[in-house]
């Protein structure tokens, strides 16, 4: 059987911040918006509905922990969910934490201008947040 | 109890195609796209996490349904799912078929250009399609 492997694409564009029972979690080096990636290890999977019915649950739970902590931790606005894959086929998650007063608002993130990296003090700041809140592993 | 009405930003710019066991099923209205909207029928959601485990359980099973059908059914190279709410804050899942030639390939289809209207006769197939494959009522 094929094992997971994290495709390239995403981790170079994401720090890895730890893992939940399903999905590895990334956070995406964008210091404007407060963005994590659920990926599940799971090899050779592009959709949700391509993952077996205990994967799907799996997901389903890990997905609603993760929003649910980004949006009291950061106070967001809304919370922004895709799948979508076009570029990256494997299957992963996003998490995004809008306000009303970031850059994209009220479209999309995906597509609007170039990510602005993390200098390293938010970037550690973040980090243990997510990690601490989410209890990763 | 509050009782659950359809945004009217959503009623404007899709049709109804029928109900599952927890959505509303809605196709927007842009031929150009094979592009389904699910409402979860319950007053005041603003995101999936707000949803007791049972609505959580039926969405999910609903999207899944929704999406492998649509795939199939439209011949899909990738789907996109999202939950954004940016400007219509009542719950709603967005389940878009996407193609290679599409217009808006591979960015996001959100924000990306006017909607086309659907002509008569395309309509009537597709929505016929999915009431068909959804086995809606």
Same mark, same amino acid.
């Given at each position: ?39 599940? *290890? ?7 509905? @391509?993952l077996?019915?205990?994967? *799907?649950?799996?997901?389903?739970? @890990? ?33 995004? $934490? *809008? ?6 608002w ?18 550690a700041e973040? $980090? ?8 990763? $592993?």
């Amino acid at each position: 059987m094929e094992s997971f492997s994290l495709h390239p694409r995403l981790a170079s564009d994401c720090h890895l911040i730890g893992e939940l029972g399903l999905c590895r979690v990334l956070l995406l080096d964008d210091a404007r918006y407060p963005w994590v990636i659920l990926v599940p *290890r799971r090899a050779g999977i592009r959709e949700i509905f @391509e993952l077996n019915a205990a994967d *799907r649950d799996a997901l389903l739970r @890990e997905s609603c922990l993760t929003g649910e902590f980004m949006m009291q931790a950061f106070a967001g606005d809304k919370l922004n969910i895709g799948a979508l894959g076009n570029l990256v086929p494997q299957l992963h998650l996003h998490h995004i $934490v *809008r306000h009303a007063a970031d850059p994209a608002w009220p479209g999309p993130v995906w597509g609007h201008s170039a990510a602005e990296p993390y200098p390293h003090d938010l970037l550690a700041e973040r $980090v243990a947040c997510l990690r601490e809140g989410l209890a990763l $592993v």
